[in-house]
């Protein structure tokens, strides 16, 4: 079934290096463009998340979003420069003096200053976050996807009750227009009666006006089209997968097949079918751009 672009999902894995919450949030977009945020430390691991995502989703704007609390990954190797530091306290005690400056150097004061405090990257133990990360993302994806799918089903449910009053509408055209060619030759006669006050017509020439008549108006094609359309929407919103874009095409087509029946009918019952059908058109135009 069809399945909608927009959705939030929130996953988190607890592991010895600590807890890694992912959150992934779809919003509509013609094509697939995922953007990550993950912390400074982890940043290594930006494409793996981005291949772990576009296999589950295939259309749509995606916002990535990693969350680490707890045990740095390499906690261990935090370094701190003492002779930097004591350069900084006999240039700030320098400072004070030659200022005549009141208050003591603390150490927040000093580490707060560029190179005391720095941490020595281990990939080795970077390397060992992945599986947590995975996990924590994974959980994400599950919990958007059964969002996205509830939604789709919503939309789905919209769509076949709007296929439904289209399809009903193209059955009232494709049988008025059967009439409106007897209706025409019977208007012509009664004109052409009240205009010659008598009932001898030329036989010949009323059934060609008549036949150029229903050759000008004969939308039997474009009805067989529209029914057509409609048969194939149908089976595409019962299809799993990317459909949106197949589905905006076909809408496309029927907006296209019904401007022709109405630019051939001049019939009012006709014309405000196509005016129905053309609305719920519009309707379904909109709601595909939600779909994945």
């Given at each position: 079934?069809?399945?909608?672009?927009?959705?939030?999902?929130?996953?988190?894995?607890?592991?010895?290096?600590?807890?890694?919450?992912?959150?992934?949030?779809?919003?509509?977009?013609?094509?697939?463009?995922?953007?990550?945020?993950?912390?400074?430390?982890?940043?290594?691991?930006?494409?793996k998340v981005k291949t772990l995502i576009q296999?589950?989703?295939k259309r749509g704007k995606v916002y990535y979003n990693l969350i680490h609390e707890g045990a740095s990954p390499h906690a261990d190797s935090l370094f701190v420069d003492k002779e930097l530091a004591k350069k900084y306290y006999d240039k700030l005690s320098y400072l004070k003096k030659s200022l005549n400056l009141y208050g003591n150097i603390d150490v927040s004061d000093?580490?707060?200053?560029?190179?005391i405090l720095d941490y020595k990257n281990r990939e080795k133990n970077i390397s060992k976050c992945w599986p947590s990360i995975e996990k924590a993302t994974a959980s994400a994806l599950n919990k958007l996807i059964v969002e996205r799918d509830k939604e789709?089903?919503?939309?789905?449910?919209?769509?076949?009750?709007?296929?439904?009053?289209i399809n009903?509408?193209?059955?009232?055209?494709?049988?008025?227009?059967?009439?409106?060619?007897?209706?025409?030759?019977?208007?012509?006669?009664?004109?052409?009666?009240?205009?010659s006050g008598t009932q001898i017509v030329n036989n010949g020439r009323l059934e060609m006006e008549v036949a150029l008549y229903a050759k000008n108006s004969d939308i039997s094609e474009e009805v067989t089209r529209l029914k057509n359309h409609i048969l194939n929407f149908e089976r595409t919103i019962n299809d799993s997968g990317e459909a949106g874009k197949k589905l905006d095409f076909i809408a496309q087509e029927l907006h296209r097949e019904i401007n022709t029946v109405g630019s051939k009918s001049n019939d009012?019952?006709?014309?405000?079918?196509?005016i129905e059908i053309k609305s719920e058109i519009e309707k379904i135009r909109e709601q595909v751009k939600n779909l994945e």
């Open positions: 079934m069809i399945s909608s672009m927009t959705g939030f999902g929130r996953g988190s894995f607890k592991s010895r290096l600590g807890i890694f919450t992912a959150e992934v949030k779809t919003v509509n977009h013609k094509y697939l463009e995922v953007t990550c945020k993950l912390p400074n430390s982890l940043s290594i691991f930006e494409d296999t589950i989703i000093i580490i707060s200053l560029p190179g789709g089903k919503a939309l789905f449910i919209d769509l076949k009750k709007r296929l439904v009053i009903d509408h193209v059955l009232r055209i494709k049988d008025k227009s059967k009439k409106n060619v007897k209706g025409y030759k019977r208007k012509l006669e009664e004109r052409i009666e009240e205009i009012y019952a006709i014309s405000k079918s196509v």
